[in-house]
């Protein structure tokens, strides 16, 4: 600033008179040049919005949490929660996706009653209810189902959460039992998200976006690194936030299975990986049960369905879904992700045989034509996929004799 300072009066000097009217011609052009600034990013907002009003609050969003590219990446969008690292966030509740302030889908129709019997289901985006609306999540229906099926009424929780691992479900539940909310049953409804964060990180236990939170914490990501001010200021623009979006547009989906970075890649076994997830799981599902003896209630662990398990016919749209290569889900496109999926699934499968609380949904949908998938990740479904999954949790439910005994008494 001394320097600055010092070269100004310099040039004066020099100028003499005429810096004067130089310097008021060179402070006009400046403010004439962060005036037309100033309109073009008011006018890159009003695009953005015309364009996309949901991409726009979501871009303007992961441009808070730090910086954009590395946000992008394979990184799930919420808030921070302790010990479970994120939970759904309720400022993007919008209609028929309401998100509650403890951060779970609302589940319209359920009673209210601290007297009712009590369930909580746990989970990742398949039983958050990723691609339907609030009336046709797996909990509504099982809600309908029970309901339709007892003349009882039914407290049911949807805590699922996106992209959750096992862990962190029984994290989750732990925190609740913690704080006096305890359940008369609890539903765990996994195995998809398991295999992905092994897939993803080489190991199995881990979370989604490992790499992205290590990162963070341990201050290697981008947002840490110096920046030059400029720069920082130009990302903080809406015309920016425009570019990226116009990018996201225009650029071609190009799928290389061979840039991804694996388990095979990192030269890990693909069944001794299977097994790691299984052993983990089953580790997990111990401490649940444990944890429903001290408690006083019940539970139940079923793996969910994928596009990759079973001999579901498929309709075309879920074809290309099978065939996997889209941007947003590049491990659809990868054989190493479909033998871990299925190797892990094997092995679940045979390791339950004698679990009687133990149960696998992979062969569910084998009688089905309709279309049920829903999107590029393999898991995701409609509506209708929805209720015959809560059809298939319900009837084992109705089967449990401790649910009769309790319902009985009721």
Request: aromatic content about 12%.
């Amino acid at each position: 600033m001394i320097t600055a300072g010092g070269v100004t009066l310099i040039i004066a000097g020099i100028l003499g008179r005429r810096f004067p009217r130089l310097y008021r011609g060179a402070a006009l052009l400046l403010l004439n040049a962060l005036v037309i600034l100033f309109v073009l990013d008011l006018l890159a907002l009003v695009a953005l919005k015309i364009l996309n009003r949901e991409q726009f609050r979501i871009l303007e969003r992961k441009r808070e949490q730090g910086n954009l590219e590395m946000v992008q990446s394979n990184t799930v969008l919420g808030r921070y929660e302790p010990y479970v690292i994120w939970k759904a966030n309720p400022e993007l509740s919008q209609e028929g996706l309401r998100v509650s302030e403890d951060g779970y889908r609302v589940t319209p129709g359920v009673s209210e009653s601290d007297s009712a019997f009590t369930i909580y289901l746990l989970g990742g985006s398949a039983m958050w209810g990723a691609g339907v609306e609030d009336s046709c999540t797996v909990a509504t229906y099982l809600n309908t189902y029970l309901t339709e099926a007892t003349g009882d009424s039914y407290r049911i929780l949807n805590m699922g959460q996106v992209a959750f691992s096992s862990t962190q479900e029984l994290i989750e539940l732990s925190l609740s039992l913690r704080n006096g909310s305890v359940p008369d049953l609890v539903v765990f409804y996994d195995g998809f998200n398991d295999v992905w964060g092994a897939y993803a990180n080489g190991f199995a236990g881990g979370h989604h976006s490992q790499a992205q939170v290590a990162a963070r914490v341990e201050g290697r990501s981008p947002e840490f690194q110096p920046q030059s001010p400029l720069r920082v200021l130009m990302r903080s623009s809406n015309t920016w936030l425009l570019l990226e979006s116009i990018k996201e547009r225009m650029e071609p989906d190009e799928f290389d299975v061979n840039r991804l970075i694996t388990y095979r890649t990192m030269g890990v076994d693909t069944r001794n990986l299977a097994e790691g997830v299984v052993h983990t799981y089953m580790g997990n599902s111990r401490v649940v049960q444990a944890l429903g003896r001290s408690y006083g209630f019940d539970c139940i662990f079923v793996w969910q369905p994928s596009i990759w398990l079973g001999e579901k016919p498929l309709t075309e749209f879920e074809r290309t879904i099978y065939d996997g290569g889209f941007e947003a889900f590049e491990g659809g496109g990868d054989p190493a992700f479909k033998d871990l999926l299925r190797t892990t699934y094997g092995i679940y499968e045979d390791s339950i045989e004698t679990s009687p609380d133990h149960y696998s949904f992979s062969s569910l949908f084998d009688d089905t034509e309709e279309e049920f998938y829903c999107d590029y990740s393999g898991a995701h479904v409609n509506a209708r996929a929805n209720y015959v999954i809560a059809e298939g949790i319900a009837d084992i439910i109705l089967e449990m004799e401790t649910f009769q005994e309790a319902n009985g008494h009721r």
